[in-house]
């Protein structure tokens, strides 16, 4: 099983800060990483899709990169909406895993 | 639009059962590969089961195998997930999910989620 870790586990933030999310894989996974945002009570929304393409009507301040076991999330210019909790999500091989998340607090 | 819509919810005692539904419109269901994902109770999330459009190739978490099947119904446009010998860490909020296209992985279309509490 590959195993995702994200770092950090909580992060507080200020409106325009720029944010970095990474996540690391116990083992190659090529591009085959996506990043999702939950909002509470809501479900999970597809931010970026294979390392770093971009998804229809999602801001353009998100921005992923990275290939092999490490990757990262970019939120540019943070807004107050973007409070949430972010997962990575890889589908490399089965069993599919995410890793343990990552929740932004806006100041 | 793409519709997911997750039914079969509920209270149940350990060791029960309990079925999952996940109704689907808004595109040709028999084409796509189908997954179910859960959330327990404040935690992260965690994928729990596949299926392929044909129903041909199946794969389960380590956590759910022997204990839960999936299973979908082309002409219903309707996937399932039964579940037996079920446990208080199952409980969580199960979401189906499906991918932008027939060719990638990830999970663009989410339902809403149906509920799933093991207790007695």
């Known amino acids: 099983e590959i195993v995702l870790t994200q770092s950090p586990d909580f992060q507080s933030v200020t409106p325009k800060e720029k944010v970095t999310i990474t996540c690391r894989a116990s083992?190659?996974?090529?591009?085959?990483l996506h990043w999702y945002q939950q909002k509470p009570d809501q479900s999970p929304k597809l931010l970026i899709k294979?390392?770093?393409q971009s998804i229809s009507g999602v801001p353009s301040r998100f921005s992923g990169s990275g290939s092999g076991t490490d990757f990262t999330l970019t939120i540019n210019s943070l807004e107050a909406e973007d409070a949430a909790a972010y997962y990575c999500?890889?589908?490399?091989?089965?069993?599919?895993?995410f890793g343990q998340g990552t929740k932004l607090e806006i100041k | 639009e793409v519709q997911l819509v997750e039914s079969g919810g509920g209270l149940v005692q350990p060791g029960g059962s309990l079925r999952l539904s996940c109704a689907a419109s808004?595109?040709?269901?028999?084409?796509?590969?189908m997954n179910w994902v859960r959330q327990a109770p404040g935690k992260g999330l965690e994928w729990v089961s596949y299926?392929?459009?044909?129903?041909?190739?199946?794969y389960y978490a380590d956590s759910v195998k022997g204990r839960f099947t999936i299973s979908r119904d082309n002409a219903k446009n309707s996937l399932y997930l039964q579940m037996n010998s079920l446990r208080a860490e199952d409980t969580a909020v199960y979401y189906c999910?499906?991918?932008?296209?027939?060719?990638?992985?990830?999970?663009?279309?989410w339902g809403q989620g149906t509920l799933v509490t093991v207790s007695s």
């Open positions: 808004g595109f040709t269901f028999s084409s796509y590969s």
């Open positions: 299926i392929s459009s044909s129903s041909s190739t199946i």
């Open positions: 999910a499906r991918a932008p296209n027939m060719a990638e992985k990830c999970f663009q279309y």
């Open positions: 083992q190659s996974i090529g591009s085959s």
């Open positions: 294979y390392a770093s």
């Open positions: 999500h890889q589908s490399s091989s089965f069993p599919y895993t």
